[in-house]
């Protein structure tokens, strides 16, 4: 949903005189209804994806982690009070598309005070999740792909991970060296540039 582009029209249209404020009540009520579905719909998704995503951060060692989400669909009251601010400014000062998923670890918001290893084992952790719910919903395991992952992560954690993606469907993992590999591949390809080639055996 495209929340902040619905004024853009409608105010060249009103500022340009040809059309009134009335005109911009319609899209005020879709942006109030069309929030509120996806304000739902983000917390209904994220109670599913946070037990999950607590669990394999803990594996990897971040514990005490969190998802929160503090998101209010706008009201068409409080979309008509930012009316005459928002036609100045061309876009919709209210909103699920200014809303953030905040990731916590013992409390701490890890976008702003997670340290950068803290941050890459809350995002990994948060794409098993996510690869683990789909699973779960659908019944269908998603393609895993994990770019460069291995280097950011001790001898430990990439047995951990290896042990858990082998059991999440078909996965893609890339490194710069096979050594880092923390366990025998199904298939191993080595790129070069211009190439994709299988070593032998």
Known sequence: MRTHNWCGSVSR?????????????????QV????????????????QLGPTF???????????VSLRYEGEPPTPARLAAALERDLERGATSLGPHLDDVVLEAGGRDLRSFGSQGEQRLALLALLLAEAETIADRTGVPPLLLLDDVLSELDPGRRRILAARVSGTGQALVTATDAAMLPAAPDQLLEVTPGEVLEPAA
């Not at 109030?32 to 109670?47: M, T």
Request: charged letters at 25%.
């Open 13 to 29: 249209r009103v500022e340009s005189g040809f059309a009134g404020l009335d005109a911009v009540e319609p899209w005020s009520e």
């Open 32 to 47: 109030a209804a069309l929030g509120a579905e996806l304000v739902s719909a983000r917390l209904e998704g994220l109670g």
């Open 54 to 64: 607590a669990a394999r951060a803990g594996e990897l060692g971040l514990e005490r």
